[in-house]
């Protein structure tokens, strides 16, 4: 069962910046191996597909990361936001391989979908009252959190499991 935690996300400070450093590190090793590879490709007598096994690393290098983060982004906010986070990552991914690849429907369908990511991101956002930055937080970037009452889940009422559980009176709980 989840609880609420002080931040006002689904999950602790401590498991967003652990998967936040793995997410780094993979980003860069990840992506390190794959320019290896494809300066391993140019060597003299180097397999032909080495060039495409490059390619392919390169790629998963930037864009699993970036679904990964996405989508337990949307998860700490609101059960079920990974789906909006698959769909923010999805269109990011496809539009800048539209662009890359001078492919217009691919790049303005990419943007469209990236646009209701970003839109469904604010909503749940919204809904969970979670903080919400518009700029960067360290430079002085407006804060932007629903303090009005308890969040609801609009889905079928109060959800109980996301409800900071006290120990009851007279004992302790050991749960």
Do not use: C
């Not at 794959?34 to 032909?48: E, N, R, T």
């Not at 970037?141 to 609801?152: A, H, S």
């Amino acid at each position: 069962m989840t609880a609420r935690h002080p931040n006002g996300f689904r999950f602790s400070d401590e498991f967003i910046n652990r998967w936040t450093r793995l997410l780094v590190i993979a980003l860069f090793v990840i992506t390190g191996a794959g320019i290896a590879l494809g300066v391993a490709s140019d060597a003299d007598g180097a397999p032909g597909w080495l060039g495409a096994a490059a390619a392919v690393v390169l790629v998963l290098g930037v864009a699993g990361p970036i679904i990964a983060s996405a989508v337990l982004g949307g998860e700490a906010i609101r059960r079920g936001g990974g789906v909006i986070g698959a769909l923010f990552a999805g269109g990011l991914l496809a539009g800048a391989s539209g662009a890359a690849l001078e492919i217009p429907w691919l790049m303005w369908g990419g943007g469209i979908v990236l646009a209701l990511g970003i839109v469904g991101f604010w909503v749940i956002g919204w809904i969970a009252k979670v903080p919400m930055y518009i700029g960067l937080p360290g430079a002085h970037g407006k804060v932007i959190q629903r303090e009005d009452d308890r969040p609801e889940d609009l889905f079928g009422g109060d959800d109980p499991r996301l409800r900071v559980k006290r120990p009851r009176r007279g004992g302790t709980d050991a749960s």
